[in-house]
């Protein structure tokens, strides 16, 4: 089995809608895959619609969070198969999504002043329906010549956490983001933890942290991680007694990683299901 937990659509800020994505899945020979769009999901209807036979889908999402503290930074929780109507969780969905436009349209004010003339405007029409982000924004930067492609314009000169044109957001509590989702009945992976390329790496103790507090996995396998790096993951994830995934955290054309660039196995998609609670992978009938 070829499996991918990690990827977005249209519905965030991937450039494939979730019916094309499950499609060009199942072209890349995936058996099974995770649509796991930012803090929300709205593609999960689309691409169960269309899922064709033999591809398996998993619903999911990436929380937005932030480890707490005075030196805190952005991290991605990666949550799989919950209930997506539970309450609580969904109240939290709905905060971080509805600051994306004010923070989206500050940043767009800071590159003006900057002297980038990005419009709102624009980055609105390349986000569509999906949720806006700093790869919309990003867009817009190449479009203008700006920056050569999406990757460059997270920097410190730019869009990165201490990026120039860089806007906070409203995020969870990681630790908050285990509980509720293991209140929706879903399974938890913190996402690319040692990617340094994106301004930060979550140590290992904040990650021992969050293992005790019921996280499930962590994600190894990666293109941010180099072998060393996946090595070391492996080994202290044996030491927490954590899950290991692969992923490929495709984004269309937006990225230049490809549908099951890294996957994961079996048996730990296996256990995985196993623990969820909240909602069940679902099977392709042909749509």
């Not at 980055?123 to 817009?140: D, F, L």
């Not at 203008?144 to 044109?165: I, K, M, N, Q, Y």
């Not at 860089?166 to 509590?173: A, P, R, S």
């Not at 908050?176 to 340094?196: E, M, N, Q, S």
Request: proline share 6%; glycine share 10%; net charge negative.
């Amino acid at each position: 089995m070829r499996i991918d937990l990690h990827t977005h659509s249209t519905a965030s800020d991937g450039t494939d809608t979730p019916a094309e994505l499950v499609r060009n899945a199942a072209a890349a020979g995936l058996d099974v895959v995770a649509l796991t769009d930012h803090d929300g999901v709205g593609g999960h209807a689309e691409a169960i619609a269309a899922l064709p036979a033999g591809l398996t889908l998993v619903t999911g999402a990436e929380l937005s969070c932030r480890l707490p503290g005075p030196d805190g930074f952005s991290v991605h929780m990666l949550a799989y198969l919950f209930d997506p109507l539970e309450p609580d969780l969904a109240r939290e969905r709905d905060l971080v999504r509805d600051d994306r436009i004010p923070r989206a349209r500050a940043m767009v004010a800071k590159l003006n002043e900057l002297g980038v003339p990005v419009t709102w405007e624009r980055v609105a029409q390349i986000a569509g329906e999906g949720a806006v982000g700093r790869p919309h924004v990003a867009t817009a930067m190449v479009e203008l010549g700006v920056v050569p492609s999406v990757s460059d314009a997270f920097t410190s000169e730019w869009l990165a956490g201490d990026g120039r044109a860089f806007v906070e957001k409203h995020e969870l509590d990681p630790f908050d983001a285990i509980r509720l989702v293991k209140a929706a009945g879903g399974v938890t992976v913190l996402a690319h933890p040692f990617a340094l390329k994106r301004g930060h790496c979550v140590s290992e103790s904040a990650i021992a942290e969050l293992a005790s507090a019921g996280l499930d996995g962590i994600e190894v396998d990666h293109m941010d991680h180099d072998a060393p790096t996946r090595a070391r993951l492996r080994g202290l994830a044996a030491d927490l007694s954590l899950l290991t995934t692969g992923s490929s955290d495709y984004h269309g054309s937006r990225k230049t990683c490809s549908l099951g660039e890294f996957t994961t196995d079996p048996e730990i998609y296996g256990e995985i299901t196993r623990r969820a609670t909240g909602a069940f992978p679902v099977p392709g009938a042909g749509g």
